[in-house]
């Protein structure tokens, strides 16, 4: 949906970059894990990805063309809880970007705070940036519009099973084809992956902390 602020995903902060982020998520990023998974800790599935400051998530990004190398984070970290307009909301520190993105969890899902300049004053409005829970041919409208449908909730990515899969509604224009975004629920954003010119890439999760 990354957030889909992805990593976001990022790889929907790629596409969205182009309204801010990749999710900003083209480029805006469980129960349990099998002993081949990447280190870390989970805090189960009640949340599709728990926040708590001190949670991080780093991810092996394939940066072999320049595009790819500028819209993609490798690691995002939870660093503040604050208020925002009357909500609550914990700030995500992307590597590649200069300001946190906002996010809280609700009893349906992860949203995202869009940020708009009014006078002198940030005014932050939640949209969701995933469902949870969630069931297959579900869709999402997420952050700048962008939607995504799950297609599968049993796929299997980086050495993680049980994952969610989602797909863009409307396949992405031009070079970018077979987009697909990967969570799991109590940790988040496993990876995305997809075909760019010809070639296929693969963004994936190698160490996070959750709590």
């Given at each position: 949906?990354?957030?889909?602020?992805?990593?976001?995903?990022?790889?929907?902060?790629?596409?969205?970059?182009?309204?801010?982020?990749?999710?900003?998520?083209?480029?805006?990023?469980?129960?349990?894990?099998?002993?081949?998974?990447?280190?870390?800790?989970?805090?189960?599935?009640?949340?599709?990805?728990?926040?708590?400051?001190?949670?991080?998530?780093?991810?092996?990004?394939?940066?072999?063309?320049?595009?790819?190398?500028?819209?993609?984070?490798?690691?995002?970290?939870?660093?503040?809880?604050?208020?925002?307009?009357?909500?609550?909301?914990?700030?995500?520190?992307?590597?590649?970007?200069?300001?946190?993105?906002?996010?809280?969890?609700?009893?349906?899902?992860?949203?995202?705070?869009?940020?708009?300049?009014?006078?002198?004053?940030?005014?932050?409005?939640?949209?969701?940036?995933?469902?949870?829970?969630?069931?297959?041919?579900?869709?999402i409208t997420g952050p700048f519009d962008a939607k995504f449908k799950c297609v599968s909730l049993s796929a299997a990515f980086?050495?993680?099973?049980?994952?969610?899969?989602?797909?863009?509604?409307?396949?992405?224009?031009?070079?970018?084809?077979?987009?697909?975004?990967?969570?799991?629920?109590?940790?988040?954003?496993?990876?995305?992956?997809?075909?760019?010119?010809?070639?296929?890439?693969?963004?994936?999760?190698?160490?996070?902390?959750?709590?």
């Amino acid at each position: 949906m990354s957030e889909r602020i992805k990593h976001f995903n990022i790889k929907r902060m790629k596409k969205l970059i182009g309204l801010l982020t990749v999710g900003v998520v083209l480029c805006l990023l469980i129960s349990s894990c099998s002993k081949d998974n990447p280190a870390g800790t989970s805090s189960g599935g009640d949340v599709i990805r728990p926040l708590a400051i001190g949670n991080y998530w780093i991810y092996d990004i394939d940066t072999s063309t320049v595009i790819h190398s500028i819209f993609y984070c490798d690691t995002m970290r939870v660093v503040s809880y604050e208020n925002l307009n009357g909500n609550t909301a914990y700030g995500i520190k992307y590597n590649c970007f200069p300001t946190l993105q906002y996010f809280n969890n609700k009893i349906d899902g992860q949203y995202y705070f869009m940020q708009t300049y009014h006078d002198t004053t940030y005014e932050y409005s939640p949209r969701m940036y995933i469902k949870y829970p969630i069931a297959i041919n579900d869709t999402i409208t997420g952050p700048f519009d962008a939607k995504f449908k799950c297609v599968s909730l049993s796929a299997a990515f980086n050495n993680f099973s049980g994952c969610i899969d989602l797909i863009p509604v409307i396949e992405y224009q031009g070079d970018l084809t077979n987009y697909h975004e990967y969570w799991r629920a109590g940790i988040g954003l496993i990876g995305t992956e997809y075909d760019y010119k010809g070639k296929h890439y693969r963004n994936r999760l190698v160490d996070y902390r959750v709590q």
